[in-house]
């Protein structure tokens, strides 16, 4: 039983153009939303994170959307670039974060050049 | 600043054996949560400890087992190695005030091997 899904395996985005991932999610009891990034043979790099007291957090050219009536949270990418390349892994806690988080399974996320 | 640190990058295990990981907290960071990734999967949770005792777990049998040391580092131990076991262990850091756990920082992970 998955409570965090990240429906598309993998998103081909042209450089330069915006990418946009999704991820649904069904504990209520989740109020923490993170994003990763992971590159082959390397550890899962923290991008931007969430809470539930907020529907909106922007760094730079990453910008998490959190509609917490709908459950789904995505992740803004503007503009990609080449780097941006790798899979992305949606993440969630619940308060206290003694529970550790759950993850999605990722979305492969290609730029195309 | 120093990240998180884990050794070895891989290791090659018989079923049955027994193994153990380590892990080198974050400066600065007193939590330490273990994860295991399967091929094609996100990583899964595993336990927590926060100061040198385990403060959460997952859905993983006893014999995943961890310590966490003074110094904040941490090992996993896994007894009885089975194939299914085989996977990317995955250790995270983080600081902890006031019942919280801020967000996490993954080390590059140890590739666990089973035959």
């Known amino acids: 039983d998955q409570q965090v899904k990240q429906n598309s395996p993998s998103l081909s985005v042209q450089e330069g153009r915006i990418s946009i991932l999704n991820c649904d999610y069904t504990n209520s009891m989740f109020d923490y939303f993170l994003w990763y990034k992971k590159y082959p043979a390397e550890g899962p790099t923290f991008l931007i994170s969430?809470?539930?007291?907020?529907d909106k957090n922007e760094d730079g050219r990453f910008t998490v959307f959190l509609n917490k009536s709908a459950k789904h949270l995505s992740l803004h990418i503007v503009p990609s670039q080449p780097g941006d390349s790798a899979v992305y892994f949606c993440a969630a806690s619940g308060r206290g974060g003694a529970d550790g988080l759950t993850f999605g399974k990722g979305t492969h996320l290609i730029i195309q050049p | 600043e120093t990240g998180v640190t884990q050794s070895p990058t891989h290791l090659i295990k018989t079923r049955g054996q027994q193994v153990t990981l380590r892990c080198s907290s974050q400066s600065g960071h007193n939590t330490v949560s273990w994860y295991q990734q399967a091929l094609g999967q996100g990583p899964q949770f595993i336990f927590q400890?926060?100061?040198?005792?385990?403060?959460g777990r997952g859905n993983f049998p006893p014999r995943f087992s961890g310590l966490q040391f003074p110094n904040y580092s941490s090992e996993l131990n896994v007894n009885a190695l089975e194939l299914d076991d085989s996977a990317l262990y995955l250790c995270a850091s983080s600081g902890r005030t006031s019942g919280y756990t801020d967000t996490q920082y993954f080390g590059p992970g140890t590739r666990l091997t089973v035959l």
């Open positions: 969430i809470s539930s007291i907020k």
């Open positions: 400890y926060y100061r040198e005792e385990e403060n």
